[in-house]
């Protein structure tokens, strides 16, 4: 067993976990990411995908918005991807700059599951770069604030296995779920009609919560709080409170009114500005940070963070602006 160090910030685990919290804590989706000029100047040098490979560079990258915004912060991310999942079934994905994720040759029929995709994952031989990554950035950190890991929901993996890459109205990806419904192994979230997502994706999004926190008392280890942001299903917040995530995060689309009325206190709520706030100036910034703190309520089952991942021409001073004004609201409301 490896020693970690012990963490001098907990905050994120315990809002997570509904437990009080002196102020409410935050983090930032795509928070390592091409906004940041010393992560653009690591892209230069490298392809995404041998990044995301070689241990020591996704440790580098993962810390560089802990180390600018020393304190700030209060969760690291692991860097990688979603797509390595696809990867590590077979299929080849490429990162094109200024354009995103590329399948050379995506799935087109059910036949090509057997065809193009290995049934049998020798899971540490193909992502064994993704634990080395995590445990070196734990012990980097040491300690500093949590890791958090994460994984694509199996119908956004889906969709862009079938898709090929981005897609404006994932038509090829539904053509297969409306098809041959009975070859779908697993499934996602908001741009599926309700009635789709609670039979495409809920039963999959549940197993998946199930089974970590088994495998964990299994392993004798207390289950780690784990978090769903099905981005779009605003119809669907009150089932995703009910199957055994700690956290659901938010898109800016939902008020957060509405969303703590929905989910009853049954989990912690995390988001939701809009991302493109960022661009609005540091007034616009300070006041939209204070309005959502003051919606959502500072000292229990609350996270701070966007409603999607950072945009790459948002200025790093606003991000900031935002993270400062964070801390001092969120004190600042727990005195009342
Ligand atoms: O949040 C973090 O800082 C951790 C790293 C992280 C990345 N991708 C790095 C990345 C995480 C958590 C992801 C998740 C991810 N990747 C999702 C789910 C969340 C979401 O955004 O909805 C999805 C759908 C993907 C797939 C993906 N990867 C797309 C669609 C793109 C292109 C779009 C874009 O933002 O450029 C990527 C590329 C990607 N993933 C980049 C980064 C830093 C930029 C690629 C580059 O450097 O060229």
Not at 91 to 119: Q, R
Not at 177 to 188: A, D, G, M, Q, V
Not at 224 to 242: D, N, Q, R
Not at 245 to 262: E, R
Request: charged residues 25%.
């Amino acid at each position: 067993m490896i020693e970690f160090p012990p963490l001098k910030n907990d905050l994120i685990l315990r809002a997570a976990r509904g437990e009080k919290t002196e102020r409410a804590p935050v983090w930032i989706m795509r928070q390592a990411g091409r906004y940041l000029p010393e992560f653009r100047k690591e892209r230069e040098k490298y392809d995404f995908f041998t990044i995301c490979r070689t241990p020591e560079l996704a440790t580098l990258i993962t810390l560089q918005p802990i180390n600018r915004y020393d304190g700030l912060l209060d969760a690291a991310i692991i860097f990688s991807d979603i797509l390595v999942v696809p990867q590590a079934l077979g299929l080849i994905v490429e990162m094109v700059p200024n354009k995103g994720p590329h399948f050379p040759s995506p799935l087109e029929t059910p036949a090509d599951i057997d065809a193009k995709l290995n049934k049998k994952v020798d899971v540490y031989k193909e992502l064994g770069y993704v634990f080395d990554a995590i445990t070196m950035t734990r012990l980097e950190l040491k300690g500093r604030v949590p890791l958090i890991g994460f994984i694509g929901a199996p119908w956004t993996l889906m969709a862009y296995m079938i898709e090929g890459g981005g897609s404006n109205n994932l038509s090829k990806a539904k053509t297969w779920l409306f098809k041959y419904p009975e070859e779908i192994f697993e499934s996602w979230g908001g741009e599926l009609s309700p009635h789709d997502f609670k039979t495409f994706s809920l039963p999959y999004i549940s197993q998946i919560a199930d089974s970590v926190k088994k495998q964990c008392r299994d392993d004798g280890i207390i289950p780690v709080p784990m978090t769903i942001f099905c981005k779009g299903s605003w119809y669907a917040l009150e089932s995703l409170s009910e199957i055994g995530y700690d956290t659901i995060s938010l898109d800016w689309t939902i008020d957060p009114t509405y969303a703590k009325n929905v989910t009853k206190g049954r989990v912690t709520l995390q988001g939701n500005m809009d991302p493109c706030m960022l661009y609005g100036g540091d007034e616009a910034i300070r006041s939209t940070v204070r309005t959502m703190l003051e919606a959502f309520g500072t000292y229990e089952k609350y996270i701070v963070n966007l409603g999607h991942g950072i945009l790459p021409t948002v200025d790093p001073e606003a991000t900031r602006v935002f993270l400062e004004t964070v801390h001092s609201v969120g004190l600042e409301l727990n005195k009342d």
